[in-house]
Structure formats: structure tokens, C-alpha cells
């Protein structure tokens, strides 16, 4: 993946997470540095433009074959590298297809027939090296490929042991050691595999009697090398991306932007929403004046990164901006979904049981682990949520009972365990108004997170009601903060440049405007 040469010529650096009280201009400024955006604090003025940041929307672009290819090229470096620097865990494996796949089945057959014609060949009397010949020149290939361009020794010895023009000779006068070649090619992969492969090498050196199966090892070692390699690789790069991932991930978007008409399209839809919701929401003031509000990027992006949060995956395309992300926002969106429905059963019980299961931790953390193990896989196409919660209610009625008992209280009458199941039940309900209250207290978890300047991933106290799912919205809330972190980051020169035109196409900012922590409002023309 090209690196080096495809940086912009700006270096990167730290946002400014500053309050909504400062100008507007100085805020716009702060969300990246101005060697970052090339942006001037003129450039967020009502007739100012931006010299960064968005592609050119007319005339109409045609793209080329050509540039379509490029611009899946740079789509798929900017996923790879993305994924490498956010993901610790991130590596290859063997590459394993499905059973009864079709190409599956073709490549099977193609082998076996390879291999066929290789030991008849060699069966032939005097042995015919054709197909021996090809095997060699792949491998030394191969071999050739895993070395460092300073192992001069070793390509030279390679190159000589493994001489395809020798080789041929020696064939056509049946004076091939094809014994020794593959000993000597298991060495030298013994001496530049990883740690890991040295069973695998062990194994191959215990000389098998078959020429053909020996090979046959010998290529799937060297396929298990290739996979060792990459992720050496990957390895290495990641130490690279951690100083330049930001300034690498944002030169390739450009450079997609650059090639894609209405590229940002989604992005600036997301952004409007916001902004449209914070303009609804906020009593401007001065109005009598003839002020109109402006409000703070900060905040806007704020709401916005709000909205990510329960993005509606079915109905709605992602921003742009977050397409690499889009598997980890859907997982934490999951998670985030069933530890809510979990919350959710346990208020029910609580406020319908009342004193006889207050207190009881035990009995708490029993009842919320049974229900997550009952509603794990909820969002899978054929769980049906319906039944699995009829599940939740019986075996919570069981647990209850038993608690009970065992403390000398009554047992649920058949009266309250039907209303227990109906509550739980009516969780399905989007106006239900346990499901209301919790989502709405989640909610304001995650904004007091998104709007924390220092980014604390978890505040001293949580809104009442979420006590029993609090390590898990740490947890949660700990990896969306370093997404929301991170894509702002690199995107914070596009999102600013679409902020200043949503924000200032219709509201010159004054010269000295007030200042409002929630928002600003500036002299209309």
C-alpha cells in the first residue's frame, strides 16, 4: 500500500475541543489546525471559499474506466489503512472457501489434475520433467519473493540451485536430482520462515517416499508463508500509519473526492439533519432585533455524531465518512441495543416485584445474565424476538419463584407473573415507555460523552435507571468515543467546510457578535 508518496504536503495535527462560547470563526478555525485545512479564518465568512475539502459539484463529471478503476484503488488503500490502524487485531488468514462452492470444486479439479500429470510424468520411464520443471520455476519464485532486498547471498544461491536453464539440461539428460532440489528448497524455506512455520518444516523434512506428495506439502507451507508475510507486513505498517494514518486516510478521500461528482452528498445530508434539528430546538435570541442564531460547530457535530449512534442502517446510507467504520458502528449499535432491552427487563421486574427482589444483587446480576444469554443473536434475520422474550418472562418467573421461596415470601400468583410477561413482552413497542425512558437515558449518557472535552469515557454518576448495565456502557462507550474521535480527526477539514455553508450561506456572521454557550447570533443583513 503506497504511503510515502501519497501524503499531502500538510502535517497533521490535534483538534481544539473548545467550548461553544468562542467566535464563530475562532471555533471553525479550531476543529483542525490551519495547516491541516489550508483554511483561513476568512474562508468560514459568508463570501469566502473554501480551498479544500469538497469536490467539485458542476459541471457533470464522467469518469472513465480508467478512473473508475482508480477510484476503487484509493477506496480500498483508504479501507486497508483505516482498518489497520484502528484495528490492533487486524491480520490475514488462509483463505478458505465454502463447501460446495463452484470455484471451489474447478480449483480441486484442477490441482488433482496437475498433480496426476506430474507423478505420471515422473513415473515415465525415463522420467519426463515438464510439468517438474514449471513446479520448480514457481517456487523459486516464491522463495525469491519472501527475501529482503539486502539478501543478496541467498538470491544468488537460490538463483544458481534453482537455475531453470540447468535444470532443463539436466533433464533432457535424465541427470535431475529432483530429491535434492526439494531438500534443498525445504532449507532454505526453514531459514526465512516465521517461528510459527517450524513444525510445519520439521514435517516436510521427514522425507516422504512420494515425490508428488512432498511438493504438494511444500506448496502448502509456502501458501502458510505468503499469509506469515503479509501479516509482517500489516505489522510494520502499522507502526507507520500511527504517525501518518490521518494525513494518509484523508488524502485518499480527497483524492476520491476529487474524482466522484456529489461525493460528499450523504455526509452533508447527515449534517443538515443536525442542523435543522438544533434550529428547531433552540428559541434564537435577540430575534427582536433582527439577529438571527448561528450555531456552534462543535454542537452541530456533536448532534450529528449523536445520530451515528442509532443510524437506521435499513432505510439510510451511511455518510460518506463513515463507510469504513460501517461493520464496528453496526456491532456497537447491536450491543448497545440488546444491553437496552436487557435494562429494560430488569426495571420491569423491579418496579413490578418491588421489595422482595430489592437489594439482592445476586439475584440481579442472575436474572441480567440469563437474559443476555436468551437474546444474544437478537438482530440475526431469523431470531424471532417475540418468542425469545415469552422465553425471558418464564424463566425470569421461575428464578423469581425460587428467590422467593427460599426466603419464606410467597410465590408469584398466576395474576402477576401474566402481568410480569406482558410488560416484558411490550418491550417490542417503540411508544412502550420503559423502552422510551431507557433509550432516552442512554441518550443523554452518550452526549454527556460525545460533548466532554476531555473525553472521560465515564462520568462519576450515569443517568438513574442504567445501574445494571453500567460496565457495558463503559465499555460501549469507550470504543464509539475513539471512532467519533478518530473520524473527526481525519475528516474534521470536509465536515468544517460543510458546516460554514450550511451554517453562514444565509447568515453573515457580524463583526462582533454576541456569545451564547448553546448558540450565537449574529446581525442580519
Known amino acids: 500500500m503506497p504511503l510515502n508518496d501519497e501524503r499531502p504536503a500538510s502535517t497533521s495535527s490535534g483538534e481544539d475541543q473548545g467550548s461553544d462560547v468562542e467566535s464563530s470563526s475562532e471555533r471553525y478555525d479550531s476543529m483542525t489546525s490551519t495547516s491541516d485545512l489550508e483554511c483561513s479564518r476568512e474562508s468560514f465568512t459568508s463570501d469566502g471559499s473554501s480551498k479544500h475539502c469538497t469536490p467539485s459539484s458542476s459541471p457533470p463529471i464522467v469518469l472513465t474506466l480508467d478512473e473508475v478503476m482508480e477510484t476503487a484503488s484509493d477506496l480500498f488503500n483508504l479501507t486497508l489503512a483505516h482498518e489497520i490502524n484502528v484495528n490492533r487485531d487486524f491480520h490475514l488468514e488462509q483463505p478458505s472457501l465454502p463447501q460446495n462452492c463452484v470455484w471451489k470444486v ?34 523459486r519464485e516464491i522463495l525469491l519473493s519472501f527475501l529482503n532486498p539486502g539478501a543478496n547471498r541467498m538470491r544468488t544461491q537460490i538463483m544458481e540451485v534453482l537455475d531453470i536453464d540447468l535444470i532443463r539440461q539436466q533433464a533432457d539428460n535424465d541427470a535431475v536430482d529432483i530429491q535434492g532440489l526439494a531438500s534443498y528448497i525445504i532449507t532454505t524455506m526453514g531459514k526465512i520462515c516465521a517461528p510459527i512455520r517450524d513444525g510445519d518444516i520439521k514435517k516436510l523434512r521427514e522425507n516422504p517416499d512420494n515425490i508428488v506428495t512432498l511438493f504438494k506439502e511444500i506448496f502448502r507451507v509456502l501458501d502458510l508463508m505468503k499469509v506469515d508475510m503479509v501479516n509482517h507486513s500489516i505489522k510494520s505498517l502499522r507502526v507507520v500509519l500511527q504517525r501518518e494514518g490521518v494525513e494518509y486516510e484523508r488524502a485518499k478521500f480527497q483524492c476520491i473526492l476529487d474524482k466522484t461528482p456529489n461525493g460528499l452528498n450523504h455526509t452533508t445530508s447527515w449534517i443538515k439533519l443536525a442542523v435543522e434539528e438544533l434550529q428547531s430546538a433552540i428559541v434564537p435570541k435577540g430575534q427582536e432585533n433582527g439577529q438571527q442564531a448561528v450555531l456552534g460547530p462543535f454542537q452541530i457535530l456533536n448532534t450529528a455524531f449523536l445520530h451515528i449512534l442509532t443510524w437506521d442502517f435499513s432505510k439510510n446510507p451511511l455518510p460518506e465518512t463513515w463507510v469504513t467504520d460501517e461493520m464496528r458502528l453496526r456491532e456497537i449499535q447491536q450491543q448497545l441495543q ?37 437474546l444474544d443473536g437478537m438482530h440475526s434475520p431469523n431470531f424471532n424476538l417475540e418468542e425469545a422474550l415469552e422465553g425471558v418472562s418464564a424463566q425470569i418467573c421461575c428464578e423469581l419463584n425460587k428467590s422467593l421461596t427460599e426466603r419464606d415470601y410467597p410465590a408469584l400468583t398466576p395474576a402477576l407473573q401474566a402481568i410480569l410477561r406482558g410488560q416484558i413482552c411490550s418491550i417490542t413497542q417503540k411508544d412502550n415507555s420503559i423502552r422510551i425512558l431507557v433509550e432516552d437515558r442512554v441518550q443523554q449518557y452518550f452526549k454527556v460523552l460525545i460533548s466532554d472535552p476531555k473525553s472521560r469515557v465515564e462520568p462519576e454518576q450515569i443517568p438513574a435507571g442504567l445501574t445494571a448495565i453500567k460496565p457495558e456502557l463503559a465499555l460501549l462507550g469507550a ?20 458546516i460554514r455553508k450550511l451554517v453562514f450561506s444565509n447568515n453573515p456572521p457580524a463583526a462582533n457578535p454576541p456569545q451564547d454557550a448553546a448558540c450565537e447570533t449574529v446581525p442580519s443583513s
Open 106 to 139: 474447478v480449483k480441486e479439479m484442477v490441482h488433482k489434475a496437475f498433480w496426476n500429470i506430474l507423478e505420471s510424468e515422473l513415473n515415465d520411464d525415463p522420467p519426463e520433467y515438464g510439468q517438474a520443471i514449471i513446479l520448480l520455476e514457481d517456487i
Open 338 to 374: 440488546q444491553c437496552q432491552m436487557v435494562n429494560e427487563v430488569l426495571l420491569i421486574v423491579h418496579s413490578t416485584i418491588g421489595g422482595p427482589v430489592q437489594g439482592l444483587s445476586f439475584l440481579s446480576d442472575r436474572l441480567k445474565r440469563m437474559t443476555s444469554v436468551l
Open 479 to 498: 470504543e464509539f468515543i475513539s471512532l467519533v474521535k478518530y473520524n473527526k480527526t481525519v475528516y474534521g477539514p470536509f465536515y468544517a467546510d460543510i
